[in-house]
């Protein structure tokens, strides 16, 4: 029997068993730790391999199912075609139909209006949606009274006729959305609101595609919580949502149906993909309990908006480069909808230019990368079904902790939420001060050039801190934002200094090191390629009137070399040292008291600096 090209090919390259894999990774370790080098320790609450393979698949409960199946893991539809949408701002409802209608024609196929005038009345809405073909066109509404807007907008959905095909949700959410910004559930408006939640789902029960309910769980990611916080709170809510319908009366499968998911999707681009993944899977074993009578009450909408706390305002274009890295973890993921977010919607009302960019990311994936006709493309990879895997896992986790403390109101109301958001919050704070976390633009290779702009206002880059029991977005980029706009307003422009001295190869290092250190604070830098004396090189620095000047050597060269600086500058300058020499003790000693390098916290270094320069 002849042997085929394929199964030739496969005789000269044997499988290798992991011992082998594992046996030449020790050795080109060269004694260092594996974990520490290797392993990745999430900020989720678990650890990621530095490979993966078939054998990491056994025990994975989920593998085998198709997109449309319980638990919904690949998918709630055997097809990726999810509708690209654009929010408006309603102040003025004929300008916001205006804009609706130039948007329908530039590629968006889902309106989200956020009312913001008050006494909106039916009138207002006949106005607002002239025009749209509604059936043909998904819309939400959110915003000022969405309950009281609900009425209007089924009233006349009704008495046109379409409510049955309308494809309409809207953002009504006292548990997230509301104890986030009141911290508290007041109980005669809260069981009002539920009551008006019930009638509207009853009123709505015959027409499949309203949705009354969003859980706004983007609010989780905004505020700092990690990836597996923001799933497990949105499916406590979720559960508490049921649980309060189905206690009212109103049936699991109609009150699952009339739940949407708003999720955000930050960069950390595998991650977000095993998130919406590990959702689905959850959020269906969750319906599940309350014994639906078809499954499909059990899929999960979910609606996701590319994040908030990632973006930064100095060298704003970069986040149109966040914004394309989320979008494509969202679609991958194989969610409802999407919302890209202007690259400017952090200073400023965002510009036509800003949102046209946003919605384009959007077609070109579609249009132009086909991610629209491939259903969970990511399915089957080693690494995305651990990953899964591992979110599901750690989710659950808290979500029956969340469950042992009454549920998700209970655990809100505790203080317990806040809680666990403010550490999260705080140890992302501390890797970006630090430098463990990079955002581009803000902690790490700045635009040296880049002076803000008038646009952005101290108000834009200034953190406010969450009052009572209440959740505040923030991004986190703030506080080295806040420094740099402080700079940049000083009225001074205060230099630091490269003296690069000693081995060429270790002084042109640590001088860019040190151009990006120093340059997240605004402070303007001169970079020089290399001195070839000391002298040379302190003489420069004193003709550039520089207030910093950071020596950048070999640690070798800096007992001999940093004295003789010091001296030469005689305090005409704060000198600092590029690194973490052996010799620190015995140059503190001589009153060189300043050194940076990767362990440094960059935030409180460039506070103390500008401090000591008196901006």
């Known amino acids: 029997m002849a042997i085929s090209k394929r199964e030739k090919l496969f005789t000269e390259f044997p499988p290798v068993p992991t011992e082998k894999w594992e046996e030449v990774i020790t050795a080109d370790l060269k004694g260092a730790d594996y974990e520490r080098k290797l392993v990745w320790r999430t900020g989720e609450g678990f650890n990621v391999r530095p490979y993966y393979r078939a054998e990491n698949l056994e025990g994975i409960r989920f593998l085998g199912s198709q997109a449309g199946e319980f638990p919904f893991v690949r998918g709630t539809r055997t097809h990726n075609r999810w509708r690209v949408h654009q929010t408006i701002e309603v102040q003025f409802p004929k300008k916001a139909n205006a804009e609706a209608l130039q948007l329908l024609n530039s590629g968006v196929d889902s309106l989200g209006f956020c009312i913001t005038k008050e006494g909106f009345m039916a009138g207002d809405i006949d106005q607002l949606l002239a025009g749209i073909e509604i059936p043909a066109v998904e819309i939400t509404f959110c915003g000022m009274k969405t309950a009281n807007m609900a009425d209007l907008v089924i009233a006349k959905l009704e008495r046109e006729g379409i409510a049955a095909d309308a494809h309409v949700a809207f953002v009504i959410d006292p548990l997230v959305k509301g104890l986030s910004q009141k911290g508290d559930f007041c109980s005669p ?18 027409y499949k595609h309203i949705r009354i309910v969003t859980v706004s769980a983007g609010i989780f990611s905004n505020a700092g919580s990690t990836i597996v916080e923001e799933l497990a709170f949105a499916l406590s809510a979720g559960n508490d949502y049921l649980a309060r319908l189905t206690d009212a009366g109103i049936d699991a499968d109609t009150a699952a149906r009339k739940l949407r998911f708003s999720f955000s999707v930050t960069s950390n681009y595998f991650m977000e993909i095993a998130k919406f993944r590990a959702a689905r899977m959850l959020w269906a074993n969750i319906v599940k309990e309350y014994n639906p009578a078809k499954n499909c009450a059990c899929k999960m909408m979910i609606h996701a908006r590319t994040a908030d706390w990632n973006q930064t305002v100095y060298d704003p274009y ?63 990879s080693y690494y995305i079904e651990n990953l899964t895997q591992s979110i599901a896992a750690e989710a659950w986790k808290l979500f029956l902790e969340l469950e042992e403390k009454g549920g998700y109101t209970a655990a809100y109301k505790a203080g317990f939420i806040k809680e666990r958001i403010a550490a999260s919050a705080a140890a992302k704070d501390k890797a970006i001060a630090t430098r463990r976390q990079t955002l581009l633009g803000a902690n790490q290779y700045p ?19 969450a009052e009572g029991n209440t959740l505040a977005p923030y991004r986190g980029a703030m506080a080295f ?38 340059g997240c604070a605004g402070i303007r830098v001169q970079d020089n390629t290399f001195f070839k004396s000391v002298e040379e090189g302190a003489k420069a620095a004193l003709e550039s009137k520089a207030e910093i000047v950071v020596v950048c050597a070999a640690d070798d060269d800096y007992a001999e070399v940093a004295p003789k600086v010091k001296e030469l500058l005689g305090g005409k300058a704060i000198l600092v040292v590029a690194g973490a020499p052996a010799c620190m003790p015995e140059l503190e000693a001589q009153g060189i008291t300043n050194f940076i390098n990767v362990k440094s916290n960059v935030l409180e270094t460039l506070k103390f600096y500008l401090k000591e320069m008196g901006i």
Do not use: W, Y
């Not at 408006?189 to 015959?206: H, M, V, Y």
């Not at 934002?481 to 081995?503: I, N, W």
């Open 189 to 206: 408006d809260g069981e009002k609101c539920f009551a008006k939640i019930a009638s509207l789902i009853e009123r709505t029960r015959e």
């Open 481 to 518: 934002e806040e420094m740099r706009l402080h700079v940049d307003r000083s009225g001074r422009q205060p230099k630091a200094f490269m003296l690069t001295c000693g081995s060429l190869a270790m002084a042109r290092a640590r001088a860019q090191f040190s151009c990006n250190f120093f």
């Open 318 to 380: 970069v986040n149109m480069l966040r914004g394309t890295t989320e979008a494509m973890s969202a679609t991958i993921a194989g969610v409802h909808s999407l919302e890209v977010t202007p690259f400017d919607a952090a200073f400023e009302d965002p510009t036509e230019f800003s949102k046209r960019i946003a919605r384009n990311v959007e077609l070109l994936l579609k249009n132009e990368s086909h991610f629209d006709q491939v259903v969970d493309p990511a399915g089957g």
């Open 447 to 465: 635009n040296f050039t880049e002076v803000a702009d008038k646009a952005i206002t101290a108000e834009a880059v200034t953190r406010k801190q």
